[in-house]
């Protein structure tokens, strides 16, 4: 069933920095109401590749749920400052999932990123998908 907003929140990290990586993503309806959750292990990546890997897959999933209003929340600041301009991409491994990112906002009328503290429930429901896929 298509929707007019989602609130898409998405988590990474990584045991090592780099080291064994994970992403997790939990997608809410208008009512936040949790409509899907995902969880992966993505192989060896830095914490600030994960969270771009799951920010990407992220709007993979919701692009078949809606192409109107995507609300974004993470618990990484630079991710957030970096896709709204306020901080450059020092690191090139970064620079490419960035660029698809960017790309995959045509698909949607409207996107917005925000931080959350890791204090957010649902941040912290990411969190724990996270730790999950990466003990399994």
Not at 87 to 115: C, G, M, Q, V
Request: charged residues 30%; aromatic residues 8%; glycine residues 6%.
């Amino acid at each position: 069933m298509k929707k007019n907003k989602i609130f898409l929140y998405t988590d990474g990290g990584s045991r090592g920095n780099p080291g064994s990586a994970a992403i997790a993503i939990i997608v809410c309806d208008e009512n936040k109401n949790i409509i899907h959750e995902y969880k992966e292990c993505i192989g060896e990546a830095t914490n600030n590749e994960a969270e771009y890997i799951a920010l990407k897959k992220g709007l993979e999933i919701v692009a078949g749920i809606c192409r109107d209003e995507i609300y974004c929340f993470s618990d990484s600041e630079l991710l957030v400052k970096q896709l709204n301009g306020n901080y450059r991409i020092k690191a090139p491994n970064l620079r490419d999932i960035y660029y698809k990112i960017k790309e995959r906002e045509n698909s949607f009328k409207e996107i917005t990123y925000n931080h959350l503290s890791r204090d957010n429930i649902i941040i912290q429901k990411c969190d724990k998908l996270v730790n999950q896929a990466l003990d399994d």
